[in-house]
């Protein structure tokens, strides 16, 4: 591994990394990482912000410590052996939605950060990185987790709730389990509850910068969440966007 593909630069804000709350509250995350080297100078890394951290060498190994622990967030490489990353991210995204996943991984390439994103990865990290770049993406990552409408479990949108804590809707006798994008996208349009949300704020709340504006994915999403919910869950705005009923 090439010395290059771990950095520790000065951060660009001339911040001084400080632990701040995340320190006190010991929040658990897995490294699944199968270089040595880097495993470990991620590991220190965050160690040394005071987060408790647990790590996998392998996809297998990985998987079954992401099913069997009670993780705040998983840091994935996706060239591992065994089961690769991206095998792994799709089961994660079956068992546990709601893990957040920051993909660490040295393909760089569109098509497979695409990939990567769709099956619900959170985050995507090309090597070689920033130590300090990683850590301000780990605590974005918690700050998102651990704030905003959690402590009310459940949001209301007309005839529509969504239970944030089992991300699981409900309008009228229809009721499903959502996938992450799904709940993502749902979760914007109930805050923004009786406003026109366009497909550009969702691409960008949902999908991150990381999407072509001109892409289709946001209808597509939508069409998912009317098969599971019924035809008039989502109001379509013509040429406009999306809204929910107040």
């Known amino acids: 591994m090439r010395a290059a593909e771990m950095t520790d630069v000065s951060s660009p804000c001339h911040l001084r990394v400080t632990r701040g709350r995340f320190a006190a509250l010991k929040m ?9 080297r880097i495993l470990a100078f991620v590991r220190r890394g965050l160690e040394a912000q005071g ?10 190994s990985g998987l079954r410590r992401a099913r069997g622990g009670r993780y705040d967030l998983v840091v994935l490489d996706l060239l591992l052996p065994g089961l690769d990353g991206l095998t792994v991210l799709r089961e994660l995204a079956r068992s546990d939605p709601a893990l957040p996943v920051l993909i660490l991984s040295a393909r760089s390439d569109l098509r497979t950060k695409l990939c990567g994103f769709e099956l619900g990865a959170r985050d995507y990290l090309s090597k070689p990185f920033s130590l300090h770049e990683l850590l301000a993406r780990v605590r974005v990552h918690l700050r998102a987790a651990g704030t905003g409408e959690q402590e009310e479990r459940v949001l209301r949108a007309g005839p529509l709730e969504l239970d ?6 409900r309008t009228g006798d229809a009721a499903a389990d959502l996938t992450d994008r799904e709940f993502r996208l749902l979760h914007h349009l109930v805050r923004h509850r009786g406003e026109i949300v ?16 001109g892409s289709n994915v946001v209808d597509v999403c939508v069409r998912r969440l009317r098969k599971k919910l019924g035809p008039t869950a989502i109001e379509t705005i013509r040429h406009v966007g999306y809204r929910l009923a107040a």
């Open 198 to 213: 366009s497909r550009e704020q969702l691409l960008a709340d949902v999908w991150g910068y990381h999407f072509d504006p």
């Open 51 to 60: 987060f408790a951290v647990d790590a996998a060498a392998d996809g297998a």
């Open 164 to 169: 944030l804590a089992r991300r699981r809707a």
């Open 28 to 36: 658990p995350i897995l490294v699944i990482e199968d270089e040595p």
